[in-house]
């Protein structure tokens, strides 16, 4: 059974720094691309960051781009997402997520989700 | 950049009912499209893949269809689980922004 878990959600001040982690298990890790997904409070979803399984291609939304840095450890089957220069706009609950991939074709979804951290940028 | 347009946002059905929801692309995106439903308080949960097929596990009354701009999601005999918001995805990860669908 896939799982995904996040952790390292919290309050923190306008300005201020987090980092996620996501610890996957029950599928080849190194073998798919993880993304970050995020939802604010009462909105839809908004995908945040990207990386591929060889670590070196990364994608970030344009809201993000320069403040947050997506990253993982395959040998820890993780996933990380370090949030720097956070404003209030970032708050919502974040999804670690799996791209979707069916007998060898990635179809560009997320067919695996976490259960959701909150990060709550607030004074 | 690729933008989703779903219609309606709200829409109100019964227990039984059919119903159809709309994602519109501003750009071509062949058949790159997923749809997901989320219930409050929870993770979403993908449906369709590639525009119609569906994710293992998904009850048959759902069905996607579409190509290019145009894709619907189609649930027939609508159950009291499927009272949810859904939401489309494409290619680059821009979802739509959400319909939620009510009892009526």
């Known amino acids: 059974e896939v799982q995904l878990v996040e952790s390292g959600g919290g309050l923190v001040q306008p300005g201020g720094s987090l980092s996620l982690s996501c610890v996957a298990s029950g599928f080849p890790f190194s073998s798919l691309s993880m993304s970050w997904v995020r939802q604010a409070p009462g909105k839809g979803l908004e995908w945040v960051a990207n990386i591929m399984q060889g670590r070196t291609e990364k994608y970030y939304a344009d809201s993000v781009k320069g403040r947050f840095t997506i990253s993982r450890d395959n040998a820890k089957n993780s996933v990380f997402l370090q949030m720097n220069r956070l404003r209030a706009e970032d708050t919502a609950v974040y999804f670690c997520?799996?791209?979707?991939?069916?007998?060898?074709?990635?179809?560009?979804?997320?067919?695996?989700w976490g259960q959701g951290v909150p990060v709550t940028v607030s004074p | 950049d690729i933008q989703l347009t779903q219609s309606p946002s709200f829409l109100s059905a019964s227990v039984g009912d059919r119903v159809t929801i709309t994602c519109r692309a501003s750009?071509?995106?062949?058949?790159?499209l997923a749809w997901y439903q989320q219930r409050p308080g929870r993770a979403p949960k993908p449906l369709i893949y590639?525009?119609?097929t569906l994710q293992s596990g998904v009850p048959s009354r759902f069905s996607g269809s579409g190509s290019g701009t145009q894709f619907t999601l189609t649930i027939t005999n609508l159950q009291p689980e499927d009272f949810a918001t859904y939401y489309c995805?494409?290619?680059?990860?821009?979802f739509g922004q959400g319909t939620k669908l009510e009892m009526k």
């Open positions: 995805q494409e290619l680059t990860y821009t």
């Open positions: 997520v799996t791209d979707g991939v069916v007998r060898g074709v990635d179809y560009h979804y997320f067919d695996h």
């Open positions: 590639a525009a119609s």
């Open positions: 750009q071509g995106i062949g058949t790159y």
